[in-house]
């Protein structure tokens, strides 16, 4: 049984060492996949060891133990199986409970999962402040609720409403900005053009072209929304 354990703990080891592996493939698997089946390998190591040490006590308790194994190794592979299915769900998961959270991996992406509702809202910052996003391709340029921008120290009284834009709730007027800072996770954009809506007229912040088009690429890929900012 020690030298199961020791084995398994290898084997968990290796795909610890995996996971910041990048892109680079390992014997013909994608980090990430090859990462989980070392841990299955090492999970089923495990299980081998102790059904032996079972036998070894009573044939029952080994056959209990045989039993066991048989439907966890039936677990395992299920799983192993469908874990493209599984990853999808989990990040569904993480953008409910993380909700707008950016995860920066190590290849310098920012990533942030899909919500239950199928949309990306992103946790930002503006003027050095937090505030809440939601991805829109459809906006021109980033548009702010007016108390939103009042949180931001954007003082909406004496705005000029000039613009218009239309909302889910209509047309209405908005008034032009520039934004000193806009950024998401480890991407950071300097004056930034962005819209304040009327008070009242619009109920969540909206990341647009005006950020979006300024990063390298930005894409949805299954449930999660990657951005990728320019380089120096």
Do not use: C, K
């Amino acid at each position: 049984m020690a030298g199961a354990i020791g084995f398994a703990l290898a084997l968990a080891a290796v795909a610890a060492l995996a996971v910041p592996h990048g892109r680079e493939r390992i014997l013909g698997l994608a980090p990430g996949d090859f990462a989980q089946l070392a841990a299955l390998i090492a999970l089923g190591v495990l299980f081998t060891g102790w059904m032996v040490e079972q036998f070894r006590a009573r044939w029952m308790q080994g056959i209990a133990a045989l039993l066991l194994w048989t439907a966890t190794a039936g677990a395992l592979a299920g799983a192993y199986g469908y874990r493209d299915a599984l990853r999808e769900l989990s990040v569904r998961v993480i953008g409910e409970v993380a909700s707008g959270a950016p995860v920066m991996t190590p290849t310098g992406e920012v990533v942030v999962a899909r919500r239950l509702d199928g949309s990306f809202t992103i946790l930002g910052r503006a003027n050095g402040r937090d505030a809440r996003f939601v991805f829109d391709t459809g906006a021109s340029t980033v548009v702010l609720m007016a108390t939103a921008a009042e949180a931001l120290g954007i003082e909406t009284r004496s705005l000029d409403y000039v613009v218009p834009v239309l909302t889910a709730n209509g047309r209405t007027l908005a008034a032009p900005v520039v934004l000193d800072t806009l950024s998401v996770g480890t991407i950071t954009e300097r004056r930034v053009p962005a819209l304040v809506a009327r008070p009242g007229t619009l109920h969540e912040n909206l990341l647009g072209m005006t950020f979006l088009n300024r990063l390298a690429s930005y894409e949805v890929r299954g449930n999660r929304l990657i951005l990728r900012g320019r380089s120096g």
